[in-house]
């Protein structure tokens, strides 16, 4: 426990830019790394509930440009790998991806992807690591660790993929909210060192010292950009029903604007994903329940809550957490 509270030291000291930063949105409407449809509409749903109208208001974003949805052409319809489900189409999909995401980053902006199933962290990561030379800090925030391969998975979606010519170290990688893992990502996770923190650990040491050592485990210098991938299935059922493959025992929704507010304390993030949000699953008020959140999340990663955070950092009021 010295180390948790070391690194809950340190971090409650960092300090962030209030600055507005440039912000660019990038639709994928992509359902094919999984079987249920619906996932597709998670971009719309998300917009429709006054997602750019919020990053005005709520974060103050000055210099927010919207790039419209990623639209891609199956140039690999004879690429098929065994177990693995519409390889052509998440290839074809990632590589277009890959080039608008990096745009996006080389535009100046962070940028902002709206899926989409999770499979599109493929192409948004790889397209984040071509804009900044690969030196990047990956944050996955999910129920699932997707790290299965062909061989090893049972359902055979793809969240992952070997074809990609920039390589994330996995010493650059971390999980946070893991609770529903296949015994082969077990075995991976452990015999390659990759830092995961699940919700044993949220709940025995609190959100907040789990995401600082997390964020010292990708980042120990802090200087790298941050690249967050948001599964909404990282929040429990209770918070965001609307998802494909909900787990019971999920972060609450505070956790999750925690998580991103502690990101934006950073200065350093540069792209997130949202993903996994599916209108078409649940009642009304279900998905409003999921999209909600799902606003939450993004708008706590472009500074919704600067002014406590501002009070804190000026010893205004106590850290929230620092008991």
């Known amino acids: ?18 600055s507005s930063p440039k912000v660019g949105i990038l639709d994928v409407p992509f359902e094919k790394g999984q079987d249920k449809s619906g996932v597709e509409f998670g971009p719309k749903s998300i917009r429709d509930a006054g997602l750019l109208q919020k990053l005005i208001e709520c974060c ?19 690429a098929e790998v065994l177990n693995m489900k519409h390889y052509d189409h998440v290839i074809s ?4 991806l890959s080039e608008q995401v990096e745009k996006v980053i080389r535009d100046g902006r962070i940028c902002l992807t709206l899926g989409g199933d999770h499979s599109i962290g493929i192409g948004t990561i790889h397209g984040h690591m071509r804009a900044k030379s ?18 090893s998975s049972h359902s055979g979606n793809i969240h992952g993929a070997d074809w990609l010519q920039c390589k994330l170290s996995l010493r650059n990688l971390a999980y946070i909210g893991l609770r529903s893992i296949d015994p082969y990502e077990h075995v991976i996770m452990h015999n390659l060192g990759i830092s995961h923190f699940d919700m044993f650990d949220i709940q025995r040491y609190g959100i907040d010292t789990v ?32 998802t494909g493959t909900p787990v019971r025992g999920g972060l609450l929704l505070r956790e999750g604007i925690h998580i991103m507010t502690a990101i934006y304390k950073t200065g350093r993030l540069g792209a997130l994903d949202l993903v996994e949000v599916n209108p078409k699953i649940g009642t009304q008020g279900d998905v409003e329940r999921t999209v909600t959140a799902a606003l939450h999340i993004i708008l706590a990663a472009f500074g919704e809550n600067r002014r406590l955070i501002k009070l804190e950092s000026n010893n205004l009021i106590p850290p929230t957490n620092n008991k």
């Open 211 to 242: 995401v600082s050592a997390a964020i010292d485990q990708i980042d120990p210098d802090h200087n790298k950009p941050i690249h967050v991938s948001f599964d909404i299935d990282s929040l429990d059922p209770l918070e965001a029903p609307s």
């Open 60 to 78: 103050g974003i000055t210099d927010l440009k919207d790039y419209g949805e990623v639209k891609y052409l199956n140039n690999c319809r004879n």
């Open 1 to 18: 426990m010295k180390k948790f509270n070391r690194i809950f030291t340190n971090y409650t000291r960092r300090s962030y830019s209030s």
């Open 134 to 151: 690969e030196d990047l800090a990956v944050l996955w925030v999910d129920a699932h660790a997707d790290l299965n391969t062909n061989r």
């Open 93 to 96: 999909c990632s590589k277009e």
